[in-house]
């Protein structure tokens, strides 16, 4: 059964970073292009980040490019989302989700990160 | 960058009868290369993630029932639920993922019961 378990959330102040981290099992991790997606709270979804299988292609939604920054370590079946520079406007449930044939088939339960003052 | 429109915004569908939602895309989807229509359709449910329904606009995820189907190519796609079912009570999204990212979601609508 394929698992993705998301942690790393939290409230921090606006300029803070924080890193979210997904754990994968039940599926062969390195085969797959993984996505990042947030939803602002009361709000519908938006596709922020993915990258390829090796790591070797990531791209960003505009208003996170240059602030939030993808990787994975296929060895520890893990993903991740580097956030610097968060705005209050980054104030969601981040989920990670794997991508097959682009759709995103499986998600994880999210994670809340808050960006408050 | 695409942008995705659905109508209506929200829905109230009596149990039994046909729920039908809309997507447009403001260009098209369709992968002339392979005949595809880059496009997803998920129900989410209150304090759930979003679960996949439909891929490649018409193929139905493993383990959803066929009450559920999806239709439409180029920029304009259709979600079907034929004889609505309590448990159907949730916000759909239709979802782009043509092309290069970024991969663009609707606005959702929600769906609820009569």
Same mark, same amino acid.
């Given at each position: 059964?394929?698992?993705?378990?998301?942690?790393?959330?939290?409230?921090?102040?606006?300029?803070?970073?924080?890193?979210?981290?997904? &754990?994968?099992?039940?599926?062969?991790? *390195?085969?797959?292009?993984?996505?990042?997606?947030?939803?602002?709270?009361?709000?519908?979804?938006?596709?922020? &980040?993915?990258?390829?299988?090796?790591?070797?292609?990531?791209?960003?939604?505009?208003?996170?490019?240059?602030?939030?920054?993808?990787?994975?370590?296929?060895?520890?079946?893990?993903?991740?989302?580097?956030?610097?520079?968060?705005?209050?406007?980054? #104030?969601?449930?981040?989920?990670?989700?794997?991508?097959?044939?682009? &759709?995103?088939?499986?998600?994880? /339960?999210? $994670?809340?990160?808050?960006? +408050?003052? | 960058?695409?942008?995705?429109?659905?109508?209506?915004?929200?829905?109230?569908?009596?149990?039994? =009868?046909?729920? #039908?939602?809309?997507?447009?895309? $403001? /260009?098209?989807?369709?992968?002339? +290369?392979?005949?595809?229509?880059?496009?997803?359709?998920?129900?989410?449910?209150?304090?759930?993630?979003?679960?996949?329904?439909?891929?490649?606009? $018409? &193929? *139905?995820?493993?383990?959803?029932?066929?009450?559920? +189907?999806? +239709?439409?190519?180029?920029?304009?796609? #259709?979600?079907?639920? *034929?004889?609505?079912?309590? =448990?159907?009570?949730?916000?759909?999204?239709?979802?782009?993922?043509?092309?290069?990212?970024?991969? #663009?979601?609707? /606005?959702?609508?929600?769906?609820?019961?009569?």
């Amino acid at each position: 059964e394929v698992q993705l378990v998301e942690s790393g959330g939290g409230l921090v102040q606006p300029g803070e970073s924080l890193r979210l981290s997904c &754990a994968a099992s039940g599926f062969i991790f *390195r085969n797959y292009w993984m996505s990042w997606v947030r939803q602002a709270p009361g709000k519908g979804l938006e596709w922020v &980040a993915n990258i390829k299988e090796d790591g070797s292609e990531k791209y960003y939604v505009d208003s996170v490019k240059g602030r939030f920054t993808i990787s994975r370590d296929n060895a520890k079946n893990s993903l991740y989302l580097q956030m610097d520079s968060l705005r209050v406007e980054d #104030t969601a449930v981040y989920y990670c989700a794997t991508e097959a044939a682009r &759709a995103l088939r499986s998600w994880g /339960q999210g $994670s809340l990160v808050t960006v +408050s003052s | 960058d695409i942008v995705m429109t659905q109508s209506p915004d929200s829905l109230a569908v009596s149990l039994g =009868e046909r729920a #039908t939602i809309n997507c447009k895309s $403001s /260009q098209s989807i369709l992968y002339r +290369s392979n005949s595809q229509n880059y496009l997803a359709w998920y129900q989410q449910k209150p304090g759930q993630p979003p679960k996949l329904l439909i891929y490649w606009a $018409s &193929a *139905r995820e493993s383990g959803v029932p066929d009450r559920f +189907s999806g +239709s439409g190519s180029g920029t304009d796609f #259709t979600l079907t639920i *034929r004889s609505l079912q309590a =448990e159907d009570v949730a916000v759909y999204y239709c979802q782009q993922y043509y092309s290069t990212p970024p991969y #663009t979601f609707g /606005q959702g609508t929600k769906l609820e019961l009569k």
